[in-house]
């Protein structure tokens, strides 16, 4: 009997579907004969700093005379990044010099001394012969006595000028703005002519290699790390993980949201910016934790968002995620 068009193409449908079905349970056999699952990673979201921050201040006022850098140079340590008008702690500082290695009022003291040793032992002489009295020779052994003590004031000022020049170098050296560190100057707060005040920064210099990577972890998390171990860090547009290690765990966990701040270094040959977010790979042992529920995600570290283990905004919790 011949079978209507319809129900031909309803048994065409069940047969091609009975086929796909099996040739799925034939792929996802093996797999799960061997017991095999995706691999996973946990992760969390942090965010990059540089490992350090340095905001400069000169501890004098003075009017800026040569700024030599711009924002964005990449500077060494020891470079002048801004100098102070110092001509006249520069001149103040010749006349100390000179002073502090001149010994001429030394030698004219230590001279007079010696003269008046030369007419006390005289008239001590004539006293003995008896042409002198005794009066004179007390006189004459009294102006002894002050030409030492002035032969000692004389070598005590010397030295004393040595101090003041000293000072009045590190006076002027401080007039010029140093960096402390080979990094980059991210911001620059005067220009020439601008009076400075030494409770105000005028520049920042940031240190990108290495850098810092800062993130927050539920206590139940970050029990189960040290400082000192590794992780691997990578960039979320980016594939390949890199190395970093815990360098610091706070001490105190926030109370309020159950968190605990962590930080880690890594090396950054590449000069990479800093301030941009990354995924922190953690170990398998410290596990998945649950999402935080509606109250939770308003209570941050201190009170205030984001949620517990929101590194930057839009970076998840830790979490696991496929890596195929």
Do not use: C
Not at 33 to 42: C, S
Not at 176 to 185: A, K, Q, R, T, Y
Not at 258 to 274: I, S, V
Request: proline share 7%; charged share 20%.
């Amino acid at each position: 009997m011949k079978l209507p068009q319809w129900a031909r193409a309803t048994s065409l449908a069940v047969a091609l579907f009975a086929m796909s079905s099996a040739s799925l349970l034939a792929q996802q056999a093996p797999a799960a004969a061997a017991g095999t699952v995706a691999p996973t990673d946990i992760t969390v979201g942090g965010i990059t700093k540089p490992s350090v921050h340095a905001k400069l201040a000169l501890p004098q006022f003075g009017q800026v005379l040569e700024l030599p850098v711009k924002e964005g140079d990449v500077v060494k340590k020891g470079a002048v990044l801004l100098r102070q008008d110092d001509r006249q702690e520069v001149a103040a500082q010749e006349a100390l010099r000179l002073e502090a290695e001149s010994t001429v009022r030394v030698e004219a003291a230590e001279e007079d001394l010696k003269l008046k040793k030369i007419q006390h032992k005289r008239l001590a002489d004539m006293q003995a012969g008896g042409n002198a009295n005794p009066m004179e020779v007390e006189e004459a052994w009294v102006k002894v006595v002050y030409a030492d003590a002035q032969a000692k004031i004389a070598k005590l000022e010397n030295q004393k000028n040595k101090y003041e020049f000293e000072r009045q170098s590190i006076k002027v050296k401080l007039m010029s703005l140093v960096s402390p560190i080979d990094g980059i100057v991210e911001t620059i707060d005067t220009s020439v002519g601008e009076v400075t005040d030494p409770q105000k920064p005028v520049m920042t210099v940031v240190q990108n290699n290495p850098l810092w990577v800062e993130f927050f972890l539920p206590t139940v998390q970050s029990s189960k790390l040290k400082v000192g171990q590794q992780l691997e860090v990578r960039s979320p547009d980016q594939q390949q993980w890199a190395g970093a290690k815990i360098i610091y765990k706070a001490p105190v966990a926030d109370a309020a949201s159950d968190t605990q701040k962590m930080r880690l270094e890594m090396a950054n040959p590449n000069g990479t910016d800093t301030g941009l977010q990354v995924l922190v790979r953690l170990p398998a042992n410290v596990g998945q934790v649950a999402q935080p529920n509606a109250t939770s995600l308003n209570a941050g570290p201190g009170g205030s968002n984001p949620p517990p283990a929101l590194a930057g905004p839009g970076l998840p919790a830790a979490s696991a995620t496929n890596t195929r």
